[in-house]
């Protein structure tokens, strides 16, 4: 079982910068790939980033790929998303996610992935 928290969204002017974080609980950490997801309201539950559980791998929608880092500190349980250039249609709650990574491809649809945080809202102003 895996309990996770995001934080960090909030209110932020066009061309600005947040940093979110997603806090884990659970002692194998490492074997979960972890990606983030958002949600607009009225839309559907898009990819944003995912960073496998070694950290070899991380992948970006083209949509913040340029303006996003992903990365993880495993002794620290916790994995950031770092998002520059901030554009209004950003707006959305983001989430984090946990998929049990071992020995499997990394996955990008919300269905493929066990565990969610609460979520976070970010609000990006023009």
């Known amino acids: 079982q895996v309990q996770l928290v995001e934080s960090g969204g909030g209110l932020v002017q066009a061309g600005g910068s947040l940093r979110l974080s997603c806090v884990a609980s659970g002692r194998t950490f490492s074997r979960y790939d972890i990606g983030w997801f958002r949600q607009a309201p009225g839309k559907e539950r898009d990819f944003v980033a995912v960073i496998s559980g070694s950290s070899s791998g991380t992948y970006y929608a083209d949509s913040v790929k340029g303006r996003s880092t992903i990365a993880r500190d495993n002794a620290r349980i916790t994995v950031y998303l770092q998002m520059n250039s901030l554009k209004p249609e950003d707006t959305a709650v983001y989430y984090c996610?946990?998929?049990?990574?071992?020995?499997?491809?990394?996955?990008?649809?919300?269905?493929?992935?066990?565990?969610w945080g609460q979520g976070t809202q970010v609000t990006v102003s023009s």
């Open positions: 996610a946990a998929r049990n990574g071992s020995g499997r491809r990394i996955a990008f649809g919300p269905s493929e992935y066990d565990y």
